[in-house]
């Protein structure tokens, strides 16, 4: 099924990140000059700094929620994604009408592509 075929994938992806961090960390551990430490925020600073990330990680949460637990298929989870972004784009007007007829012109030639590659 296409849900056990995303595990698949989910489990070495998953692992490549840990070895990449565990990369990164190395390296700054052997040469501190080459992460130089940030500034220090204050909690509140840190949860403000996150206002702009909560809809997108509650769209994640919400399409791979329901893919692994079966309440919808991988197809209607694109659809539910693609759905969420939209209105997304809206409550943070950023999609005006040109941006708008931008996205739509590449998903045509997106999908114009991949049906000339099916036939």
């Not at 040469?31 to 996150?50: M, T, V």
């Amino acid at each position: 099924s296409i849900r056990e075929l995303f595990a698949a994938g989910f489990i070495p992806g998953f692992l490549g990140i840990l070895l990449y961090l565990g990369a990164v960390r190395y390296v700054v551990w052997r040469i501190p000059e080459a992460g130089p430490c940030g500034e220090k925020l204050s909690w509140p600073e840190r949860l403000k700094a996150l206002n702009g990330v909560w809809g997108v990680l509650i769209l994640f949460t919400i399409v791979m929620g329901g893919i692994y637990l079966g309440i919808f298929t991988p197809t209607e989870a694109a659809g539910i994604g693609a759905g969420g972004a939209f209105v997304i784009a809206l409550a943070r007007k950023s999609l005006t009408f040109g941006s708008l007829f931008d996205i739509l012109t590449d998903t045509a030639r997106t999908s114009a592509m991949l049906f000339a590659v099916l036939i």
